[in-house]
């Protein structure tokens, strides 16, 4: 961390940054064969440009479908990054992780498991099978910051904890990325010709919806929150906000279905006004959307009875729960 310095948004200028970190990982790589993991967020789909105008052909970019993504997600970037002429293999990860997070409940606990899960077994066995010595990312520089604070243990953040990623897993870890905000990507990314649905996408976590499910995370708790992030999203796409998202909580509530009492689930709305997330401010948004939320959740997902709105700031708050 002490020799990483930002580059803050006022100084970047988009097309020499490019051409500097399409340089860069051009010379790292040279004549070989890299990995290059897309989860579909503004971070790594950057550094997916970023790469493949680098390598090209010897750019293998996996998309790791491991059950805790939006809904349609894995087929929809795909697809979406097929029409910018670049191959993206899908692979299906969905057993080993809720498998490695089986029974886990403490939050720290459940950022491990994703971490070894994803950089020790899925892509340990790929950059193996693809003989790449190197697997790039899209580490930023906030994940970073938060990590080293001891703040909230990004699952990307390896060689910052001191984690020779090469002795570890068997490959260098390369971050383009990793000087800029969510703000210096989203420009880099317009630059980079990616879509506007791409570039102004709300923040979306490395360990998904993991970070919005408190308690066990099994695979009928993450569709209930993946429902209800669909919903959420839809409903609040045009506002301003920074990022918003739904959260699952662990214990049951009373509520009332059918006229009768119903012990059922209980879904927090978070909405935030931000521009580095390092602090955040709850959105004040208009009423009526958040009586849309409150009648569609509970609607559309039998099992929610309750919705809230979290109106405490970044700090002591966080955007994600987990």
């Given at each position: 961390m002490q020799t990483l310095k930002e580059i803050q948004v006022q100084d970047l200028v988009p097309d020499k940054f490019i051409a500097e970190k399409v340089r860069d990982i051009a010379d790292t790589v040279k004549?070989?064969?890299?990995?290059?993991?897309?989860?579909g967020g503004v971070d790594s789909a950057a550094v997916t440009m970023l790469a493949h105008q680098a390598l090209g052909e010897r750019l293998k970019t996996y998309f790791i479908d491991n059950g805790i993504m939006r809904e349609g997600e894995p087929a929809y970037i795909v697809?979406?990054?097929?029409?910018?002429?670049?191959?993206?293999?899908?692979?299906?990860?969905?057993?080993e992780f809720f498998r490695a997070l089986d029974g886990i409940l403490d939050p720290e606990e459940k950022r491990q498991a994703i971490t070894d899960t994803f950089y020790k077994n899925v892509f340990?066995?790929?950059?193996?099978?693809?003989?790449?010595k190197y697997l790039l990312q899209g580490t930023n520089f906030t994940d970073v910051e938060e990590t080293v604070a001891g703040i909230k243990r990004?699952?990307?953040?390896?060689?910052?904890?001191?984690?020779n990623t090469q002795e570890a897993y068997g490959y260098k870890?390369?971050?383009?990325?990793?000087?800029?905000?969510?703000?210096?990507?989203?420009?880099?990314?317009?630059?980079?010709?990616?879509?506007?649905?791409?570039?102004?996408?709300?923040?979306?976590?490395g360990p998904a919806l993991v970070t919005r499910c408190i308690g066990p995370v099994t695979r009928e708790r993450i569709a209930i929150v993946r429902k209800a992030t669909a919903i959420v999203e839809e409903v609040l796409r045009n506002t301003?906000?920074?990022?918003?998202?739904?959260?699952?909580?662990?214990d049951r509530v009373t509520g009332i279905k059918?006229?009768?009492?119903?012990?059922g689930r209980q879904i927090e709305v978070r909405c935030w006004d931000?521009?580095?997330?390092?602090?955040?401010?709850?959105?004040?948004?208009?009423?009526?959307?958040?009586?849309?939320?409150?009648?569609?959740?509970p609607r559309e997902i039998p099992e929610v009875v309750s919705v809230t709105y979290n109106i405490t700031r970044k700090p002591p708050s966080t955007i994600e729960a987990i």
């Open positions: 004549d070989g064969i890299a990995v290059n993991a897309l989860s697809g979406l990054f097929a029409g910018l002429g670049v191959k993206v293999e899908l692979v299906d990860a969905r057993d340990g066995r790929l950059v193996r099978e693809s003989g790449a990004q699952h990307n953040i390896l060689e910052q904890l001191g984690i870890v390369l971050e383009p990325i990793i000087a800029l905000r969510k703000t210096g990507v989203r420009t880099v990314a317009k630059a980079l010709g990616l879509p506007e649905e791409i570039y102004t996408r709300p923040p979306f976590p301003a906000a920074f990022q918003y998202l739904a959260i699952l909580h662990e059918e006229n009768k009492r119903s012990f931000s521009t580095d997330a390092v602090t955040g401010v709850p959105t004040r948004l208009p009423f009526e959307l958040l009586e849309q939320l409150g009648e569609r959740i």
